[in-house]
Nanobody, 113 residues
């Protein structure tokens, strides 16, 4: 069974940075597309970024140029580097195994103004 564990969230000021990690077990991240999603209060969950098996990445428009998704196959971990954070980035962030639809438990990111 696939398990995904997120970490790296926290409280940061506007303009700050955080790096989220999504550690996988039971599956190899290099053999799956992994997505980072977020759910802000009173908003629908949205896809933030995705890395495909071939390394292709996509981003939602609001984070382009600020966030970077990457993968470390040796550590079986997918990262989301978040720079120039804004209050509207405040949300619970989840990673998802796109093929098998497994989700992590989420990590809270709060950006103060």
């Amino acid at each position: 069974q696939v398990q995904l564990v997120e970490s790296g969230g926290g409280l940061v000021q506007t303009g700050g940075s955080l790096r989220l990690s999504c550690k996988a077990s039971g599956s190899t991240v290099s053999m799956a597309a992994i997505g980072w999603y977020r759910r802000a209060p009173e908003k629908q969950r949205e896809l933030v970024a995705r890395i495909s098996i071939d390394g292709t990445t996509i981003y939602t428009d609001s984070v382009k140029g600020r966030f970077t998704i990457s993968r470390d196959n040796n550590k079986n971990t997918v990262y989301l580097q978040m720079n120039s954070l804004k209050p509207e980035d405040t949300a619970v962030y989840y990673c998802r195994h796109e093929l098998k639809d497994y989700w992590g438990q989420g990590t809270q990111v709060t950006v103060s103004s």
